[in-house]
T-cell receptor
Framework: NAGVTQTPKFRVLKTGQSMTLLCAQDMNHEYMYWYRQDPGMGLRLIHYSVGEGTTAKGEVPDGYNVSRLKKQNFLLGLESAAPSQTSVYFC?????????????FGPGTRLTVL | AQSVTQLGSHVSVSEGALVLLRCNYSSSVPPYLFWYVQYPNQGLQLLLKYTSAATLVKGINGFEAEFKKSETSFHLTKPSAHMSDAAEYFCAVSLRDDKIIFGKGTRLHILP
C-alpha cells in the first residue's frame, strides 16, 4: 500500500494564479483532511470530508475550496493564490471504524506564493 | 472547547539523557490522545496513542506516555535520548468525533 500520497511535492505560484493539490489514499478510508503547517502554528485544519461527495470547513477555510468526487481522492484548490498561502500542506485520512480516529498523513506539499 | 497545550516550543537534551515533552489538554468528554513525530521534510508519523485502555502507553522508538486524568496531561518520555530523536513532536486530542486538534509542536534538539 502506498498509503496517503500528495501531488505535487513542491510548487511556486505567482500571486493571483490558481492551482489544485491532489491527495490520494489507497486504504479505503472514509475521512480525509487538508491541513496547513506554518512555523509556530502547528497544524491547522482547512477543510475535511467525512465521505464521498461531502465536505466541511475547518479552522482556516478562506481562500480554499475542496472536492471529494471519489472516495480515494481529496482535492484542494486555490482559486487566486496570495502570499499568505505560502505554507506546507498536508493531507490526512482516517477510518472511524478503527475506533480511535488516528489520522494517517501524506508527505506534504511545499507551496510558495510570490 | 477542546484544546492542546504543549509547553516549550523548543527542548534541548543531551544524548543519553531523559526526554520529557509536556502536553496538557482540555476536553469535556473522555479524550483520545496522540503523539505524532515529524522528521525534517516529512509528514507526520504516529508515535503512540491513548484510547482509554491502559494509562501508560508504549510507542515506537522507545517512547512512552502516561495519561493522567487528574492533571489533564499526556506527557511524552524516553529514558535515553538518541541523536535520531531530533524532530518535531505534536500532541493531539480527539473527542471521538471527526476531527483532531493538534498542539503547536515541540522541536526536540539532541546535544552531543
Amino acid at each position: 500500500n502506498a498509503g496517503v500520497t500528495q501531488t505535487p511535492k513542491f510548487r511556486v505560484l505567482k500571486t493571483g494564479q490558481s492551482m489544485t493539490l491532489l491527495c490520494a489514499q489507497d486504504m479505503n478510508h472514509e475521512y480525509m483532511y487538508w491541513y496547513r503547517q506554518d512555523p509556530g502554528m502547528g497544524l491547522r485544519l482547512i477543510h475535511y470530508s467525512v465521505g464521498e461527495g461531502t465536505t466541511a470547513k475547518g479552522e482556516v477555510p478562506d481562500g480554499y475550496n475542496v472536492s471529494r468526487l471519489k472516495k480515494q481522492n481529496f482535492l484542494l484548490g486555490l482559486e487566486s493564490a496570495a502570499p499568505s498561502q505560502t505554507s506546507v500542506y498536508f493531507c490526512a485520512s482516517s477510518y472511524p471504524g478503527l475506533g480511535d480516529y488516528e489520522q494517517f498523513f501524506g508527505p506534504g506539499t511545499r507551496l510558495t506564493v510570490l | 472547547a477542546q484544546s492542546v497545550t504543549q509547553l516549550g516550543s523548543h527542548v534541548s537534551v543531551s544524548e543519553g539523557a531523559l526526554v520529557l515533552l509536556r502536553c496538557n489538554y482540555s476536553s469535556s468528554v473522555p479524550p483520545y490522545l496522540f503523539w505524532y513525530v515529524q522528521y525534517p521534510n516529512q509528514g507526520l508519523q504516529l508515535l503512540l496513542k491513548y484510547t482509554s485502555a491502559a494509562t501508560l502507553v508504549k510507542g515506537i522508538n522507545g517512547f512512552e506516555a502516561e495519561f493522567k486524568k487528574s492533571e489533564t496531561s499526556f506527557h511524552l518520555t524516553k529514558p535515553s535520548a538518541h541523536m535520531s530523536d531530533a524532530a518535531e513532536y505534536f500532541c493531539a486530542v480527539s473527542l471521538r468525533d471527526d476531527k483532531i486538534i493538534f498542539g503547536k509542536g515541540t522541536r526536540l534538539h539532541i546535544l552531543p
